[in-house]
């Protein structure tokens, strides 16, 4: 048996890093209580160094916030070019309110 650690950066438990004790590893996948799990996931990872366990979950976050960034941006511009638009009753020299 081997200490492992588990990334989960999804979920109700998320973030966190968790210790397991992993019975079996294999190329793709790592036993855990008898029961295979798949060493990269969706909602968790599993690592046998905790500081990669840590950087996996942190390098999840920054990505995030990276996505919110550009989509804040892209909410931004949009809403200066809703500030300008005109009312096309009024002609296009006037700006509606």
Known sequence: M???YKAIVE???????DAV???R?????VWIDGRRNSIEGRYCSYFSEFADAKRHVVDHYLGKVESAKRRLNN?????RKAECLLNPDQ???SQSE
């Open 75 to 79: 909410c931004q511009k949009d809403l």
């Open 2 to 4: 081997s200490r492992w």
């Open 91 to 93: 002609g296009s020299s």
């Open 21 to 23: 004790d992993v019975e």
């Open 11 to 17: 979920g109700y438990q998320s973030p966190s890093v």
């Open 25 to 29: 590893v294999t190329e793709s996948s």
